[in-house]
């Protein structure tokens, strides 16, 4: 078996998610070949018009057209955002398989603000790309909601749609009831405190208000919890919010 892996421009989370699923992939078929594809990295952060066009075309014609020369038993696209590729790659009918993380453009119309120049091109070729989907043989998503979205959004048949949450890595596991205790003890949390934790940044698509709501509506029933945030702090409303709730 021969498996294109078809990656995204260079980017942190992508960029773990490719490489879980290739080692993973490696492990548990070690007698199938991966074919790692990689378009050439462009800043994105970058606002050079020239920079800009060399990554549209990186995108939507040379890395497309590299990949359809690739000869390979499957076809596997990483992120959803690069399912353009799939239109090519179904002409030639090749077996194609997209992974969906997401579909939060379509509920937070404003997403790209601020990181492009030209939101409503960018928008509507982000649709051009996710649409590619819909082409697809079958759809891998992170979540439940997701494999929902794409059904309700996109009119993805649900036959075709596997739910694969991510996996964690092995450095993550459950450490002994002892340690346990000994954090809680530390850390002045009782044992019976439910912990949560949230790891990232606050962008309105994390949805950080609603677990401050969450948290001020289970504290006047008067049930333990504790909140730890990781990554970019609470915006100045969130603040004032956790300040008058004497969260």
């Not at 991966?34 to 990186?58: A, G, H, T």
């Not at 996710?130 to 979205?149: E, I, L, N, Q």
């Not at 694969?164 to 002045?188: D, H």
Request: include cysteine; proline fraction near 5%.
């Amino acid at each position: 078996m021969r498996v294109a892996v078809v990656r995204t421009m260079p980017d942190f989370s992508m960029e773990v998610y490719a490489n879980g699923v290739i080692s993973g992939l490696q492990t548990v078929r070690p007698d199938w070949e991966i074919v790692d594809l990689k378009p050439q990295p462009i800043d994105r952060k970058s606002q050079s018009p020239i920079l800009r066009l060399q990554k549209f075309y990186e995108r939507f014609w040379r890395f497309p057209q590299l990949v359809q020369q690739q000869k390979a038993d499957i076809y596997h696209i990483l992120d959803h955002s690069e399912a353009q590729i799939t239109y090519g790659l179904k002409k030639q009918s090749q077996p194609v398989v997209v992974t969906c993380h997401d579909l939060i453009n379509f509920y937070y119309k404003d997403n790209l603000q601020g990181s492009v120049t030209l939101p409503f091109l960018s928008h509507n070729m982000w649709l051009h790309a996710v649409k590619g989907m819909k082409c697809a043989d079958s759809v891998v998503t992170v979540s439940s909601m997701t494999a929902k979205d794409a059904t309700k959004i996109l009119d993805i048949e649900p036959t075709r749609i596997s739910v694969i949450p991510n996996a964690v890595e092995s450095i993550f596991k459950v450490l002994p009831e002892e340690e346990i205790n000994q954090f809680r003890y530390k850390s002045g949390i009782s044992p019976d405190t439910f912990c949560l934790l949230n790891v990232g940044s606050n962008h309105p698509r994390k949805n950080i208000d609603a677990i401050l709501q969450v948290l001020n509506i289970l504290k006047q029933r008067e049930l333990s919890i504790h909140f730890w945030k990781a990554g970019a702090d609470f915006n100045e409303s969130q603040k004032q919010f956790i300040s008058d709730c004497k969260l």
